[in-house]
């Protein structure tokens, strides 16, 4: 009757909305794909737009939204971005793992935020744990030291007591001081004297074996100690990149399996087989053999030979 043929629109109107949506979410990921099913679904019906890829970015519908879920993602979304900072400052590599992370803040709420989301975090910072703490002061504390340039003509041969003040002053109160009420009040032989913000300069100083970014609210601390096995997981990742540019320079499809023939020092050799089914797993490798012999293209990793040729396997 006329309310089953009414259903029946209804439902396909909604499969038709799920599938469209569906291609639209998954264009970025799979363009030629989404791009079939845009022609078969969309432009098949009159459609003027020509690509999916020039289709709008679906938006949500309706107001449901999980606050626990945004708030935790946007925590570990920040953290990365410090984390990432403190890495760059330091060249440290992105493929080599460190030992942790230390998460430095007064905010209680933020670890239980954070928390359902510790692999995710591991995974983007490339550490083996995550530490929490709320004394920043164990891993870098303030130095102020005066500007000679600004404070020479002020103070002139008394210089080296403003100097020898500022050096033996806690660093961290006198930081504190100077973003709360703008100054630095320093006591001398000839009395008090207050130093502005141009007179002074702060250096945040980092414990040895630390590279950290933060704000007021969080400090990010990398633990950049590399013990050897951490250092052999480092050179594992950068054989297993030399591998995925390989195929991709070999216009291998994505599910292409290859075999690998490698050859390298010592160092680099024992780290392969340490790791061999971690790299095996990420290029897809069915089988992976030291060379004897054959002629290899070389990929030397932090400066130790190695070198690798790969070939599709047939399924």
Not at 41 to 58: A, F, K, N, Y
Not at 86 to 94: E, G, M
Not at 137 to 166: A, C, D, N, Q, S
Request: hydrophobic share 40%; with cysteine; net charge negative.
């Amino acid at each position: 009757g006329a309310g089953a043929e009414a259903n029946q629109e209804s439902a396909c109107q909604a499969l038709y909305e799920v599938l469209t949506t569906v291609a639209r979410l998954i264009a970025p990921f799979t363009p030629f794909v989404a791009e079939v099913v845009h022609g078969h679904l969309v432009r098949s019906q009159g459609s003027t737009v020509e690509s999916i890829h020039l289709e709008d970015w679906p938006e949500p519908s309706g107001t449901r939204t999980d606050e626990a879920l945004e708030a935790g993602i946007s925590a570990v979304q920040r953290i990365v971005r410090l984390g990432h900072a403190a890495r760059n400052t330091h060249s440290l590599k992105t493929r080599q793992p460190l030992a942790a992370v230390t998460l430095v803040t007064a905010d209680e709420g933020l670890p239980g935020l954070v928390t359902p989301y510790a692999d995710l975090l591991r995974d983007e910072l490339n550490v083996r744990g995550i530490e929490w703490a709320a004394d920043r002061t164990t891993y870098v504390h303030h130095e102020v030291r005066p500007i000679f340039p600004k404070t020479g003509p002020r103070f002139g041969k008394r210089m080296p007591e403003v100097k020898k003040t500022l050096e033996s002053a806690d660093g961290d109160a006198l930081a504190a001081e100077l973003e709360k009420t703008g100054k630095i009040t320093i006591e001398i032989s000839d009395g008090s004297h207050d130093l502005s913000p141009e007179e002074v300069e702060v250096r945040l100083v980092e414990r040895e074996g630390m590279a950290t970014q933060g704000d007021r609210e969080l400090l990010v601390a990398l633990d950049t100690r590399l013990t050897p096995e951490l250092i052999a997981e480092g050179w594992a990742r950068e054989v297993a990149r030399s591998l995925q540019t390989a195929r991709k320079e070999a216009d291998l499809d994505y599910a292409d399996r290859i075999r690998v023939l490698y050859r390298g020092d010592a160092e680099i050799e024992a780290a392969v087989e340490a790791h061999r089914d971690w790299i095996m797993g990420e290029t897809l490798a069915l089988e992976m053999t030291k060379a004897d012999g054959q002629d290899l293209k070389s990929a030397p990793v932090e400066d130790r030979s190695f070198g690798y040729t790969i070939e599709k396997m047939s399924q």
